[in-house]
């Protein structure tokens, strides 16, 4: 509709006489919830080198392993983005969600923390334009949603069972260092976690 | 050097117990529940201790801290919305509902939310937040003639998306 200058202006002075919060929640409250929730960061970026140095440590001995043993049912890479993860997620608490983006951890918060995570994910995304391969392996339980606010990567994933019994996974995520949108819902049935296989998706 | 954050933490406190009920107001012009609200200020607070480093002083931190409770209430708002659709399956909403005045506000809080991030700060923070127009200008960084021609481009941008509801 049309709308005159007069009319706006009301509408805008309207919003701006309603813009009280309800609630006057007292700021030592919010200031020890702030100071509680920086601590947490913390000891995450303080952890995060020594869970980077693991991963590289589990990565040679899944390739040393992976040379050595007779053929293992689930393929090397994927035993050690899974080795990756489980070894994350123990050392940073059933709170934090793991994330690793092509190798580079990131962590958010997850919903259900106090579900252990039992799926683990490793995803090969591929654009098909660019030829661009973005590596993606993830944690959660079903139901779960892990909410990512990194200077790497942002967004939610969901794990959603659908009534056939298998696993929706619902991308939104952005990786800001290249500024490249991941959005994708993709469905796994629950063969794929007995294999343990690398799922590729190519998109475009 | 602070290389754990710990000075710009208390900076950042010193914001909180000072300004408060502004960050929370602001947050309310976007989300409707109190909870939500609170949320939305804390995960800015957060934003901006992570995000330090690429403060530059070009306006005050309260502005500054102001923007990214703007930013994290649209990211919060988004979020929720998307996990209603998923819920109750998308339905548009019904356009009868509600009175003319409550369509309008709801048609300004959607074309405000789509507004180039300047002109949406410019409206958030000169227009709903009952800052003076020096206070407002001083969180935006930038003076109060430069805030004046914003708000009135922000305007202007508005009637536009307005006379675009109607064709619809």
Redesign the interface.
Known sequence: ???T?A??DA??Q???A????????K?EA??A???N??RQ??RRALLRPLTAAAALFLLSIGLFVGTRSAPPRVPAQVRTEFAKLTFAQNFLGPEVGVVFLNDELATGERLLAGVPPRNRIALELVDRRTGFRTALAFAGADGDTI?L???QLSG?I?L?PDDAGNLVV?L?LQNQTTGQELRDVLVFDREHFRNGRMYQRIFS | MDWFGLDFEKQLLEVLRLHLPYLRSIAANILSSPADVDDAVQAALISAWEKRTTFRGESNLTGWVARIVISRSYDLLRQKARTERRIAGYEPPDASAGTADEEMLRQLDEIVAGLPEIYRDAIHIGVYSNRSIAEAAADLGCSANVLYQRIHKAKELIKTEFARYENH
């Open positions: 509709m049309k709308i200058d009319t706006l509408l805008l309207r919003k701006a309603g813009s009280v919060a309800p609630g006057t929640p700021p919010f200031a919830a702030f100071q929730a920086l960061r913390r909410v606010d990194t200077p939610e969901l959603l619902d939104e």
